[in-house]
Structures are given as structure tokens and as C-alpha cells.
């Protein structure tokens, strides 16, 4: 069971790490805040406390690596046997801060893989009980801009091509289990950016969103990563924003890009907590029940599902802290 001071202390992490690392510098100077690094120190080391949890869902889940797919962290289910016949949808995702730790969304990505869903992270498996690889120092430049990102798009995109190279490998535990054509992208903040880039692939059926927006002014302020409004052309699928309300920094960012879509079926989804969204919380809080709802709609089908988004009375028109807009279903 997770306490009080467990949950304290991963609230503390995500927030440490959203607003000062996936966060520019004009940013967090409006809001008066400075780059604490022994406190981000001791954030971090209390996330690490926090239990892994197999989420809430008929599929335990499990977190492991695989040495077929080195600088990544998988998130499925226990028992495979129930998904023969190709029942295994894919999500890849991109990292808070596009930071190497497949591990830093592991209560959320967790509660995904538990509706069974084979979840794939870049990153290594660098925080957490059972974590395989020790932390990765990344330098703040002089300049008090962003460091270069530590993971890519492509390390996103790897984690599609290796699970639907495992689906056909007769010596994998994958064989035959893998639904090669469900696949969804999904990121937070920096990693919602690589989310873009990646949603442009033909394989790709949905994108989700977290906390994240192409910068309204110019490419931003992450060193050696240039992304624009026309990024968001890549979309032919189905998307999802789901930001922090006002509070965000991502809020202005994302707002507008909703505001730009056209092409396809779009929801903007805010709950107002902030850049750093439900990530620590036990099973990933609400953003995760929301986001297992829109993967159980896009990739599998599910019309209950699909409540909580469509129609005047979907379970976050009302009744919630939630706030909802849609265009083009």
C-alpha cells in the first residue's frame, strides 16, 4: 500500500522535474521559481521509493527490459496467454523532458499496460524499485536554456518496430500476441513533442498528449530539438491533449495547437493540476483512467469507452474538475 509520505514525495519529483527541466527559464522566472538541484536531488530519491504498482485493471502488469531492445523499459501484462490471435495493442512513449529514464511515467504507463496494452518507453530503466541502470546526470547549460534531449523520436519509433518484429519472431514470448495494426504514440512535455513527430508514421492509429504543445514563439528553448506549428500536419489519426488547466506551462502551447488541427478528430481534455498532471499518483491517478478510456475507444473499439469523450452528457462534459472541447467526430 502507498502512503501519505510516499505519494508526498512523488508529487514533489514530477513537479520537480516538469518545471524545471521540461519547463523553459522565462517560464519559471514569471512564476518566480529557480532551479533548486539538491532539492530536485532528494525529489528524485523519494520517487524512488515509491512502489511499482501492477495497475488497476484485469491484466496485471508487469515492467521489465529486454536485451532485444536495449535503452527501453516494456510495460505489459503478467500473463500473456490471454492476447493469442494478435490482442496486444502498442503504445510507444516519449519521456518528460525527452529525459533517457523509461521508467519516470512508470505509475501511469503501468495502469495502461493492466487493459492490456504492450507499453514501450525510450529510456533506460534508471528510477524505481528494480531499476537496472543508475540515474543519468544531464548539465543545464550556462546559458539557463535547456539541455539537448537524451532521447529521440526515433527511439520512440523504435519501440514500434521492435514489437511488431516480435510478433513474428516464433521464439518470442510475443509470437502471435501482438496486434501489429493498433498503435498508438504517446508522450509529456518534451516527450509529447516527440509524440508529434512520431504520429506522422503510416503505422501510427492515435496520439495522446500529456502537458505539451509546439511553442508558439519560434522553435523553443531546447537545445539542438527545432519544432514547429507545421509538425502538426503529421496527424492522421484520431488525437488527444490532455493538459494541466492554467497552470500549466504547456497550457498556451497546446491550447493553440488544438485551435490550429483541422484535419482530423481532435478532444482537448484539461484537469487542473498542473504541468506535472496525475504521473505520481497511486496507479497514475485520473490522466491515466483517461487515457486507458481513449486507448480502449481508438485501438480496441470500445463504445463504453468512448462515453467518456462524445455526446453532451460524455463523462467529462460534467460533474468533474474536468473541461472538454472536441472537433470533428
Known sequence: MIGQ????????????????????SSALAQQGRQFDPEAFRRAQEEFN?????????????????????????????????????????ILVWGNGACADDGAAHRLHLAEIASYGYLVVAAGHWRSGPGATDGPAERQMPADGGLPPPATSADDVKAGIDWAIE?????????????????????????????AIEVAADPRIKTVLIHNSGIYNEGGGPISGFSV??????????????ILGGPTDIAYANGSDDFARVQR???????LPVGHGGTFSQPMGGAVAHVSVDWLEWQLKGDKVAARTFLGENCRLCSGTEWSIERKGF
Open 5 to 24: 509520505k510516499e505519494l508526498v514525495g512523488a508529487a514533489l519529483a514530477i513537479s520537480f522535474l516538469t518545471l524545471t527541466v521540461a519547463a523553459n
Open 49 to 89: 521509493k515509491v512502489p511499482n504498482t501492477p495497475g488497476d485493471g484485469p491484466y496485471p502488469a508487469t515492467i521489465e527490459t529486454d536485451p532485444t531492445l536495449p535503452g527501453h523499459v516494456i510495460y505489459r501484462p503478467r500473463d500473456l496467454s490471454a492476447f493469442a490471435g494478435g490482442k496486444l495493442p
Open 166 to 194: 516480435e510478433r513474428a519472431r516464433p521464439e518470442s514470448k510475443y509470437y502471435g500476441k501482438v496486434a501489429g495494426q493498433s498503435v498508438g504514440v504517446g508522450g509529456h512535455s518534451c516527450g509529447g513533442l516527440q
Open 228 to 241: 514547429s506549428k507545421d509538425m502538426l500536419a503529421n496527424f492522421h489519426t484520431p488525437v488527444i491533449y
Open 264 to 270: 482530423v478528430p481532435i478532444v482537448l481534455a484539461n
